[in-house]
Nanobody, 116 residues
Framework: QVQLVESGGGLVQPGGSLRLACQVS????????MAWYRQAPGQQREEVAR???????KYTDSVKGRFTISKDPAKNTVFLQMNSLKPEDTAVYYC??????????WGQGTQVTVSS
């Protein structure tokens, strides 16, 4: 059972930045992909960013140019750098992982609130 623990959420003013981290309980070097999702109240969970095994990444249109996903396999950690935050970025952010065998795991989520 893979465990994912998110950190770095909090309250930030519009235009501010946050860096989320996802610590994984096993070696992520061979993982097919890892991703960040978010879910705002009353809305469906959406994929925000995904990073693949060999380092390529993709983003949902609303965060392109503002968010950056990265990973540090030596630390079994995935990051989401969020800049120029907007009130509409407010949500619970979840870390997701897909192992080489196809098993998928989720973290418990971290709250991000963008408000003045």
């Amino acid at each position: 059972q893979v465990q994912l623990v998110e950190s770095g959420g909090g309250l930030v003013q519009p235009g501010g930045s946050l860096r989320l981290a996802c610590q994984v309980s096993e070696n992520i070097f061979g993982f097919n992909s890892m991703a960040w999702y978010r879910q705002a109240p009353g809305q469906q969970r959406e994929e925000v960013a995904r990073i693949f095994r060999y380092g390529s990444s993709k983003y949902t249109d609303s965060v392109k140019g503002r968010f950056t996903i990265s990973k540090d396999p030596a630390k079994n950690t995935v990051f989401l750098q969020m800049n120029s935050l907007k009130p509409e970025d407010t949500a619970v952010y979840y870390c997701y992982s897909e192992r080489p065998d196809g098993d998928k795991y989720w973290g418990q989520g971290t709250q991000v609130t963008v408000s003045s």
